[in-house]
């Protein structure tokens, strides 16, 4: 992947949150009757400038495109004729102003939501939480996972997919508890396994919090088998088929796609003699795998995909559908537990239970989404929910120079019945500013080290 393969998914997903969230605040501002100045998606130089509607609110898109801000009429920034004060944002009652500076989080909450309702209501398929051979003298093996096994269920919460095991481990985890998994396998008989969690550590910087238990994934050896060809790519171009059955790579004998898979990756632009078995006869020809960019590491592909087998997708993969009320009810749910699992973590970080380097910056969010997009539309859907979530909860954090900031100073407003005064909102900016720009620099530092590192 090139760059723009993952720039250009960063600021797609960039922008939609930015407008979903300013559009928050604008819609909510205008409901409450305030004078809309300018909708600006970015800081810094207008690249881009349109006035619309009765009070020409100016639409702006900027130079610098990390955020964005919705401009009211404010006594505080600048004089306002006497015919409009009662549509300036400082004139309005706490409660509205409360409801407009909290639109915008809540605006990026309801996006999440409505993401994963599409998702849940139009089917989405997951990998099955089927285990694979536990790893050796591993905390899994000695709980008596065995190859095969389906979970069930974790303390009684019913889990359907691979994901969502997962992350029913992190919450666990971060409690350092003991959890009863439960299992069934092939024979349809069912078992449950208690499991440790109080050793294992979630950190972004070390293994997943599965390889750190032992547990693994089941991947069932598939036949070499070719299934769709990419159009141009080196196998259509060498004359392979779709059907044909690899047999050999040079001199290494192939038994399954895994090893026909290691064999293009690691020749990339190499000429390579592949044997196949078309329809009981012999057919041998050279390929040329395309030299491919994955996360630093040049590998070969030569644009063919695993051909379905009878019963081996669907013991693999789950189409997790619901009808409109229950997908509605599990994106909530969804959105729910993803934010208080973010506070948990921020929560975490400050007392030292967690790791700092969990903290990720623009470099490792573009590295995601360009993967997510690789990875097919379900999955960048995912992806734009989960940080739909994370920026509407930053921004409810009560630090100065965010919304969460300006909701505390409201809160204080109503307990002691008068505004706070400008100087304490002028300190309180100047540490929110200095809190933000340490946060950042640390995301930044984290980002380096993990492309360092890779």
């Not at 080196?234 to 399954?256: F, I, Q, S, W």
Request: glycine content about 10%; some cysteine; overall charge neutral.
């Amino acid at each position: 992947m090139g760059p723009l393969d993952y720039i250009l998914p960063f600021l797609l997903a960039l922008g939609i949150l930015i407008v979903v969230h300013e559009f928050g605040h604008y819609s909510v501002a205008r409901l409450c009757g305030v004078k809309v100045l300018r909708f600006s998606v970015g800081f810094g130089k207008p690249l881009l400038l349109r006035r619309f509607g009765a009070d020409q609110t100016e639409w702006v898109l900027s130079a610098f495109p990390l955020g964005g801000y919705v401009k009211m009429l404010d006594e505080r920034e600048a004089p306002v004729a006497s015919h409009e004060l009662h549509r300036a944002f400082n004139r309005q009652t706490v409660w509205r102003r409360i409801a407009i500076v909290a639109a915008g989080p809540l605006a990026n909450l309801i996006l999440a939501v409505a993401l994963y309702w599409g998702l849940y209501a139009g089917g989405v398929e997951e990998l099955r939480p089927r285990l694979g051979p536990s790893v050796t003298a591993s905390l899994a093996q000695q709980a008596g996972f065995a190859d095969g096994d389906l979970v069930r269920s974790v303390d009684g919460r019913a889990v359907e997919t691979w994901q969502e095991f997962r992350w029913v481990l992190i919450n666990e985890a971060l409690d350092k508890r003991v959890v009863v998994i439960e299992t069934i396998n092939d024979a349809r008989e069912i078992a449950f396994r208690k499991l440790d969690l109080s050793a294992a550590t979630v950190d972004q910087d070390k293994q997943d919090i599965s390889a750190q238990l032992g547990l693994t994934l089941q991947r069932p050896k598939l036949p070499a088998v070719l299934g769709s060809l990419s159009p141009g790519g080196a196998a259509e171009a060498a004359g392979l088929r779709t059907g044909d059955r690899v047999v050999r790579v040079g001199e290494l004998r192939v038994d399954d796609w895994t090893a026909l898979v290691t064999a293009v990756r690691d020749a990339p632009g190499q000429s390579l003699q592949i044997e196949v078995n078309r329809g009981g006869t012999p057919f041998v020809t050279r390929v040329v795998p395309a030299s491919v960019d994955e996360n630093g590491r040049t590998i070969g592909r030569i644009g063919v995909g695993v051909a379905d087998q009878e019963g081996r997708r669907e013991q693999m993969f789950v189409t997790v559908r619901y009808d409109l009320l229950e997908a509605l009810g599990k994106g909530v749910e969804q959105t729910w537990d993803t934010a208080a699992l973010s506070l948990s973590v921020m929560g975490r970080m400050i007392v030292g239970e967690v790791s700092v380097k969990n903290l990720s910056g623009p470099v490792t969010i573009a590295d995601f989404a360009g993967q997510s997009a690789r990875m097919g539309f379900s999955h960048y859907i995912k992806f734009l929910a989960l940080i739909s979530i994370s920026l509407g909860v930053l921004n409810l954090l009560p630090v100065p120079v965010l919304d969460g900031g300006h909701l505390l100073y409201y809160v204080i407003e109503i307990i002691k019945g008068g505004p706070v005064s400008e100087r304490v909102m002028e300190i309180g900016q100047q540490i929110g500013m200095a809190l933000l720009a340490a946060l950042m620099a640390f995301a930044f530092y984290n980002d380096i080290n993990r492309l360092v590192a890779s």
